[in-house]
């Protein structure tokens, strides 16, 4: 079955830039999207369509694609974006939908 | 506001099961596929099943496909998830999603979940 592979976890020190990122051989064919997780909380989306930020969401948050792998950015981390971050995509069939296993951001 | 909201969690046997709900308010059901994401304590989230907006396409993850139904009453605004034969390891938050169209079908709102616990 088809799988996004993610770093379990990223630790920054506020106002520094974390980057997370999400590999999967689908990738260069189905979009990514991005969730944020606080704990105890239902996930957020951040970014869709492998780079585009929904209205509401701070302009820290951006996103890339390079081939197999999409990469969200964090500029300027501030305490409240301490959370769990999800790829998903689809596979290639465009079928089924798979979250990576998460990342956990912590902020120093 | 838009809103989505789960009901029907609760302690169920090995064996048992279970039916949960999904009420959407704020816009209109008919309008959206949607979706049941599930999520195991202190693990990731798991993509369990989709629904058309017309409800005449219906998919299950591999590892569930045999002992779920998903529905949905357009009429009523409401989404469901009828899991049977239910195992110690389908123990976990159930998230409903609504897939939006004009984000390229990225899942733009989650209700807060409901908890399955399945246990002797």
């Known amino acids: 079955s088809y799988e996004l592979t993610q770093s379990p976890s990223v630790s920054v020190s506020p106002g520094q830039t974390a980057r997370i990122t999400c590999s999967g051989d689908?990738?260069?064919?189905?979009?990514a999207f991005w969730y944020q997780q606080r704990p105890g909380q239902a996930p957020v989306l951040v970014i869709y369509?492998?780079?585009e930020r929904p209205s509401g969401i701070p302009e820290r948050f951006s996103a890339s694609s390079s081939g197999t792998t999409v990469t969200l950015t964090i500029s300027g981390v501030q305490a409240e974006d301490e959370a769990d971050y999800y790829c998903q995509s689809a596979d290639s069939s465009g079928t089924y939908w798979v979250f990576g296993g998460g990342t956990t951001l912590t902020v120093l | 506001e838009v809103q989505l909201v789960e009901s029907g969690g609760g302690l169920v046997k090995p064996g048992g099961s279970l039916r949960l709900s999904c009420a959407a308010s704020?816009?209109?059901?008919?309008?959206?596929?949607m979706n049941w994401v599930r999520q195991a304590a202190g693990k990731g989230l798991e993509w369990v099943s989709s629904i058309s907006s017309t409800g005449d396409y219906k998919y299950y993850a591999d590892s569930l496909k045999g002992r779920l139904t998903i529905s949905r009453d357009n009429a009523k605004n409401s989404l469901f998830l009828h899991m049977s034969s239910l195992r110690a390891e389908d123990t976990a938050i159930y998230y409903c999603a609504r897939m939006n169209y004009d984000l390229s079908d990225a899942f733009d709102i989650w209700g807060q979940g409901t908890m399955v616990t399945v246990s002797s």
């Open positions: 704020g816009f209109s059901l008919s309008t959206y596929s």
């Open positions: 689908a990738l260069p064919k189905q979009y």
């Open positions: 369509k492998d780079t």
